[in-house]
């Protein structure tokens, strides 16, 4: 059974830094994509950022690049989203997502798991 779960949300201020982590248990360790999202009321899911667990190769939103970084820790079963210079606009739900394949999805329908999600507010 696949599970994911979020952690690391919470209040912060324009210009402030935050780390999120999704620890995840039941997928494999090859063929597997890990993926970022967020969400606003009113709006669809948001693709933010991904990563590849074969080869590790990450690829972002434009809307992100440069701010906010995907990475892995392997031996914790763990992917992280470090968001940089955070905005008011980054105001959001959070969501990890992972599907069973390699691929470069940048839709939700592209990820078949998702975690519960944590909540960032950035405070102006």
């Known amino acids: 059974q696949v599970q994911l779960v979020e952690s690391g949300g919470g209040l912060v201020q324009t210009g402030g830094s935050l780390r999120l982590s999704c620890a995840f248990s039941g997928l494999p360790f090859t063929r597997t994509t890990m993926g970022w999202f967020r969400q606003v009321p009113g709006k669809e899911r948001e693709f933010l950022a991904g990563i590849r667990w074969s080869d590790s190769r990450s690829y972002y939103a434009d809307s992100v690049k440069g701010r906010f970084t995907i990475s892995r820790d392997l031996a914790k079963n763990t992917v992280f989203l470090h968001l940089n210079s955070l905005k008011a606009e980054d105001t959001a739900i959070y969501y990890c997502?992972?599907?069973?394949?390699?691929?470069?999805?940048?839709?939700?329908?592209?990820?078949?798991?998702w975690g519960q999600g944590t909540q960032v507010t950035v405070s102006s």
């Open positions: 997502a992972a599907d069973l394949y390699d691929h470069y999805g940048r839709t939700a329908n592209d990820f078949g798991y």
